[in-house]
């Protein structure tokens, strides 16, 4: 017929039995004249062959007792409902020259799918030659070349153009490291997701104070004193949520990938970060607890008067649900439920809140940011889990810890 070789996509393979004895070109030649015109000229057989849509068709012909069978075979490059039209048209095949003929599709092979599983097969074998090929210098080639890619992902974020990943836009929560090779060590290792501070001598960039606001900050410091220093400088203009550290004595930009995994698994919220440091200075210096003891502490309501406030609600069950949430309530004077947010956006909250606050509940910190603005709404009730440093109390205001209700 002059088809056109082509790589199919399927496969039809059909039978055809024929009541009396003929040829392969009998059967080829029965496919196209009583299939002409049926379905359009955009169905037929011929037109298709021209066009490379259906490959040259076999017919494999075996003749017993004056009787023909044969298995014919139709390669498709047409889509599968295509190819399924055509399968169903060669059924409707009656005869063959004068005898009469029965076709049957047998199954329609994707033939892709046997490439598909040869392609894999193959991959496997060649992973393995790679894994037995791959000697200490060639993975010494490969850790430069994902220092290279990594040099080549890291972007500049911002007005103040930071080191960062590819990915701080789009991710709600970003790793934030000192400098630029600190980066490139986390990008290198899959953290898309970071971005450098780039020094403190000229103070923290508004870039990072406004992603604190909006992401939650994990800060990553060096294992040393400097990386300390970067911390509170932060923590003095910025939202911070966790604190990682790495190992003693090293920097973020040497650690190997199960060190960062290990310092990432390991970090610890800012409340725990703030008790740690309360509780080393009052075990270096015992002898001040006596006479420096923090005003805070002379102005919350001592244990024993806790009951005295009327707090309608189970204040034991609610310390108990949010515990470990790092979340704040704000409740009116009725002890009715303005808001519930987390507590890095208290805050904001707090300078943007409309209603009047009477108590506040919250599974975090109170420092004296958080007590100055509290104030200026009118909250006379922080129940809260830690009380941080403070300087002024109002007197109007209690500031109870959750210990004091267990």
Do not use: C
Request: proline share 4%.
């Amino acid at each position: 017929m002059g088809a056109l070789t082509i790589v199919a996509k399927y496969m039809i393979v059909a039978q055809i039995e024929v009541n009396g004895s003929v040829d392969k070109s009998d059967i080829i030649g029965a496919l196209f004249s009583q299939t002409e015109g049926l379905l359009g000229k955009d169905m037929d057989l011929r037109e298709l062959q021209m066009m490379g849509r259906i490959g040259r068709i076999e017919v494999e012909v075996s003749e017993k007792n004056g009787k023909t069978k044969a298995k014919i075979l139709i390669p498709s490059n047409l889509d599968r409902f295509e190819t399924a039209l055509v399968a169903a048209l060669i059924e409707s095949i009656e005869r063959v020259g004068p005898y009469l003929a029965q076709v049957k599709v047998l199954e329609i092979k994707d033939t892709r799918e046997e490439k598909r599983k040869k392609i894999i097969e193959k991959a496997k074998d060649l992973v393995k030659l790679i894994e037995e090929e791959i000697l200490p210098d060639t993975r010494e080639i490969i850790e430069k070349l994902k220092e290279d890619v990594a040099k080549a992902e890291v972007v500049e974020y911002g007005p103040d153009k930071l080191p960062a990943g590819p990915d701080v836009d789009k991710s709600d929560s970003i790793i934030v490291v000192e400098g630029r090779a600190d980066v490139v060590n986390l990008v290198k290792h899959g953290y898309r997701n970071v971005i450098a501070l780039e020094g403190i001598s000229r103070g923290i960039s508004p870039t990072v104070v406004d992603l604190s606001k909006k992401k939650s900050i994990t800060v990553f410091i060096d294992g040393d004193k400097g990386g300390e220093m970067v911390l509170r400088e932060l923590l003095k203009v910025a939202h911070v949520d966790y604190i990682a550290r790495a190992p003693p004595g090293k920097e973020v930009e040497q650690l190997t990938a199960k060190e960062i995994s290990k310092s990432l698994r390991n970090r610890i919220t800012l409340e725990e970060w703030l008790a740690q440091q309360k509780s080393e200075k009052q075990e270096v210096t015992p002898q001040q607890q006596p006479q420096q003891q923090p005003q805070h502490q002379l102005q919350q309501t001592p244990a024993a008067s806790v009951t005295q406030i009327q707090i309608p609600i189970d204040i034991g069950k609610k310390i108990e649900e949010m515990f470990g949430t790092l979340e704040a309530e704000l409740y009116d004077k009725d002890w009715s439920l303005i808001k519930k947010i987390a507590v890095r956006e208290l805050p904001d909250v707090l300078s943007s809140e409309e209603n009047s606050i009477y108590a506040l509940i919250m599974d975090g910190i109170t420092t004296q940011r958080i007590v100055d603005l509290a104030a200026k709404r009118g909250v006379k009730l922080i129940i809260t889990a830690r009380v941080g440093p403070l300087t002024k109390v109002p007197e109007d205001m209690s500031i109870i810890p959750f210990e004091k209700f267990k």
